[in-house]
C-alpha cells in the first residue's frame, strides 16, 4: 500500500466527521471520568463567578471570531471555522493551564463544567446568528450532535465514576494521555484532508487563530481585573475565556459543514496553538509571584 492510499484513507475520515467525533467523545468521555460532583459545589456557592466567566466565554469569543475573520477577509469556509471556535465552550486543557498558573482552579472546573453544557444550546445558536448569513447552519442538527458527541459521553464517564469508582480510579491515571493522542489523531485527520489548501493560502488563518486566542486570554483577565475580582480569579477567567473546546469545532465542521472541508481547520490549529500560549501564559504568572516574593 502505497503512501497515497493512506493519504486517501485520512482525507476520507476528516470529511465524514465519523472518526473525528468518535475520538472526541473519548476526549468528554474522560472528561466525564475525571468529574466528581464536588466539582460543581462553586456554581451554587459562588454563581456571580460563574455567570461572569460564562457571560464573558459566550460573548467575547464569538464577537472576536466574526470581528477577525471579517477583517481578514475569510472566505466561508474559514469564516464558519473560525466563528465555531468561537461559539464553542471552554477546553478541558484550561484547567491544567489554570493550575500552572496558581489561578481559581475550582471556578476554572466550574466554568468549563457549565459552558460545556450550555453548549448544545449555546454553540448552535451564535453559530447560526453570526455565520448564517454566510452559510447554512443546521442548528438543530449541531444541537443533537453536541448531544451525541459532548453531552453523552460526559454522562457515562460521570455514571462510570459513581458506580465504578475502583475501576474509574485506575483509568483516570491514563486518560490524560489517551486523551492527548486522540486529540492529536484529530488535528492530523484536518491538516491530512487539507494540506494543498493550507499550503496554497492559509498563512492568513494561521494570524487569525492566534489573535483570536492572545486576545480572547488578554480580554479575560481584563474584564475581571475591571470587575475587580481577585487574582486567582482573573487568571481562571484569562484562562477559560481563551481557551476553546476547539476539538468540539473541528468536529461540528467535518459534520455538519463537510460541504466546506476547510472549516475544520481554524479548530485544528487552535487546539495546538492554544495550549502553546497557554502554557506561556502559566509561565508569566507564575514568573510575576516569584518576582513579588523576591
Same mark, same amino acid.
Given at each position: 500500500?502505497?503512501?497515497?492510499?493512506?493519504?486517501? @484513507?485520512?482525507?476520507?475520515?476528516?470529511?465524514?466527521?465519523?472518526?473525528?467525533?468518535?475520538?472526541?467523545?473519548?476526549?468528554?468521555?474522560?472528561?466525564?471520568?475525571?468529574?466528581?460532583?464536588?466539582?460543581?459545589? @462553586?456554581?451554587?456557592?459562588?454563581?456571580?463567578?460563574?455567570?461572569?466567566?460564562?457571560?464573558?466565554?459566550?460573548?467575547?469569543?464569538?464577537?472576536?471570531?466574526?470581528?477577525?475573520?471579517?477583517?481578514?477577509?475569510?472566505?466561508?469556509?474559514?469564516?464558519?471555522?473560525? @466563528?465555531?471556535?468561537?461559539?464553542?465552550?471552554?477546553?478541558?486543557?484550561?484547567?491544567?493551564?489554570?493550575?500552572?498558573?496558581?489561578?481559581?482552579?475550582?471556578?476554572?472546573?466550574?466554568? =468549563?463544567?457549565?459552558?460545556?453544557?450550555?453548549?448544545?444550546?449555546?454553540?448552535?445558536?451564535?453559530?447560526?446568528?453570526?455565520?448564517?448569513?454566510?452559510?447554512?447552519?443546521? =442548528?438543530?442538527?449541531?444541537?443533537?450532535?453536541?448531544?451525541?458527541?459532548?453531552?453523552?459521553?460526559?454522562?457515562?464517564?460521570? !455514571?462510570?465514576?459513581?458506580?465504578?469508582?475502583? #475501576?474509574?480510579?485506575?483509568?483516570?491515571?491514563?486518560?490524560?494521555?489517551?486523551?492527548?493522542?486522540?486529540?492529536?489523531?484529530?488535528?492530523?485527520?484536518?491538516?491530512?484532508?487539507?494540506?494543498?489548501?493550507?499550503?496554497?493560502?492559509?498563512?492568513?488563518?494561521?494570524?487569525? @487563530?492566534?489573535?483570536?486566542?492572545?486576545?480572547?486570554?488578554?480580554?479575560?483577565?481584563?474584564?475581571?481585573?475591571?470587575?475587580?475580582? #481577585?487574582?486567582?480569579?482573573?487568571?481562571?477567567?484569562?484562562?477559560?475565556?481563551?481557551?476553546?473546546?476547539?476539538?468540539?469545532?473541528?468536529?461540528?465542521? !467535518?459534520?455538519?459543514?463537510?460541504?466546506?472541508?476547510? #472549516?475544520?481547520?481554524?479548530?485544528?490549529?487552535?487546539?495546538?496553538?492554544?495550549?502553546?500560549?497557554?502554557?506561556?501564559?502559566?509561565?508569566?504568572? =507564575?514568573?510575576?509571584?516569584?518576582?513579588?516574593?523576591?
Amino acid at each position: 500500500m502505497n503512501a497515497s492510499f493512506f493519504d486517501s @484513507v485520512l482525507a476520507a475520515a476528516a470529511s465524514s466527521g465519523t472518526l473525528i467525533s468518535i475520538l472526541l467523545g473519548v476526549v468528554m468521555f474522560g472528561m466525564g471520568l475525571a468529574t466528581r460532583i464536588d466539582d460543581f459545589k @462553586v456554581v451554587f456557592s459562588r454563581p456571580k463567578d460563574i455567570v461572569i466567566g460564562c457571560a464573558a466565554q459566550f460573548t467575547v469569543m464569538p464577537a472576536l471570531a466574526w470581528a477577525l475573520a471579517r477583517s481578514f477577509g475569510l472566505d466561508d469556509a474559514l469564516t464558519v471555522g473560525v @466563528v465555531l471556535v468561537g461559539c464553542c465552550p471552554g477546553g478541558t486543557a484550561s484547567n491544567v493551564i489554570t493550575y500552572l498558573a496558581k489561578g481559581d482552579l475550582a471556578l476554572s472546573v466550574g466554568m =468549563t463544567g457549565v459552558s460545556t453544557i450550555l453548549a448544545p444550546l449555546l454553540t448552535p445558536a451564535l453559530t447560526w446568528i453570526l455565520a448564517g448569513e454566510t452559510v447554512e447552519v443546521d =442548528t438543530a442538527g449541531m444541537f443533537i450532535g453536541i448531544l451525541w458527541v459532548v453531552i453523552l459521553p460526559i454522562c457515562l464517564g460521570f !455514571a462510570a465514576r459513581h458506580f465504578c469508582p475502583k #475501576a474509574t480510579d485506575r483509568a483516570v491515571r491514563y486518560m490524560p494521555a489517551v486523551s492527548s493522542v486522540a486529540i492529536a489523531v484529530i488535528i492530523a485527520l484536518v491538516l491530512a484532508a487539507n494540506a494543498r489548501r493550507i499550503a496554497d493560502g492559509g498563512l492568513s488563518v494561521f494570524m487569525v @487563530v492566534i489573535l483570536h486566542n492572545s486576545c480572547g486570554l488578554a480580554l479575560g483577565y481584563l474584564i475581571a481585573a475591571a470587575l475587580r475580582l #481577585a487574582e486567582p480569579k482573573r487568571r481562571a477567567l484569562c484562562i477559560e475565556v481563551g481557551m476553546q473546546n476547539s476539538g468540539l469545532a473541528a468536529s461540528l465542521a !467535518a459534520t455538519h459543514f463537510a460541504a466546506y472541508p476547510m #472549516a475544520a481547520v481554524p479548530g485544528a490549529i487552535f487546539s495546538v496553538w492554544h495550549n502553546l500560549s497557554g502554557a506561556f501564559v502559566a509561565r508569566i504568572f =507564575t514568573r510575576r509571584d516569584a518576582a513579588r516574593r523576591d
